[in-house]
């Protein structure tokens, strides 16, 4: 079965600009979450959504945002970009509510501010 | 809310030798404990969980134990292969799908 997709794999934007990124869970799953990964820092958590609704949300700036469409798919936005924005975001999708279920990733789309 | 630590940050070992990663956490209500390999521009994939309920798993090579009093678990990696060269996460979860990573390991076996 397919994978998580997440697309475009590049971005290029300039400071001030908005952004929005897309997802495909695997087929059947319910769950996606949203991380940011920048060197140093490791992968940090954004939000979580399950079945349309916003479960959980990190500690990220209120720029961050981002939305799961019935058939599970999920958008992220950033607005106003700031060259600390730069950094692969990824996503991931799981089939329940519960980390038990496992947790697949997507290949990530590269945003670079500049 | 949870915080994970993970060391070391680099390792390098030669080729046959064992490999030895830890994380500690903090939230006693983490119960949920993956480890992801991430090669140079691809996606984090996992490669073993454990769960509170266990002390112990493993999957051929690779090994993962868990200590709750002490709230730290660790990754072994025996017989090191060159294709096991890659950044290693840690994660820690209470149950949901907000999981809490380590800062990476970025592992070299050299041949």
């Known amino acids: 079965k397919a994978g998580v997709t997440q697309t475009p794999r590049y971005l290029i934007k300039t400071r001030g600009q908005q952004v929005t990124l897309s997802c495909s869970p695997i087929?059947?799953?319910?769950?996606v979450s949203w991380y940011q990964q920048t060197p140093g820092q490791g992968l940090q958590f954004l939000f979580e959504?399950?079945?349309?609704?916003?479960?959980n949300k990190g500690n990220f700036p209120g720029r961050f945002s981002g939305r799961q469409f019935s058939n599970s798919r999920s958008e992220m936005n950033v607005s106003t970009l700031e060259l600390g924005d730069s950094a692969l975001y990824l996503c991931?999708?799981?089939?329940?509510?519960?980390?038990?279920?496992?947790?697949?990733f997507g290949s990530g789309t590269r945003l670079t501010v500049v | 809310g949870e915080n994970v630590e993970q060391h070391p940050s680099t390792l390098s070992v030669q080729e046959g030798d064992s490999a030895v990663i830890k994380c500690t956490y903090s939230?006693?209500?983490?119960?949920?404990f993956p480890w992801y390999k991430q090669e140079l521009g691809k996606r984090p994939q996992l490669i073993i969980d454990?769960?509170?309920?266990?002390g112990e798993k493993k999957d051929q090579r690779i090994a993962v134990t868990l200590n709750k009093t002490a709230k730290h678990f660790s990754l072994h990696i025996t017989e090191t292969q060159p294709e096991d060269s890659a950044v290693y996460f840690c994660?820690?979860?209470?149950?949901?799908?907000?999981?809490?990573f380590g800062t990476g390991t970025s592992l070299t076996v050299i041949p």
């Open positions: 454990i769960r509170s309920n266990v």
């Open positions: 939230d006693s209500a983490s119960n949920y």
């Open positions: 994660a820690a979860s209470a149950g949901g799908n907000q999981f809490y």
């Open positions: 991931a999708s799981s089939l329940g509510r519960t980390a038990n279920y496992g947790y697949t």
């Open positions: 087929s059947g799953h319910r769950s």
């Open positions: 959504y399950f079945s349309e609704t916003q479960r």
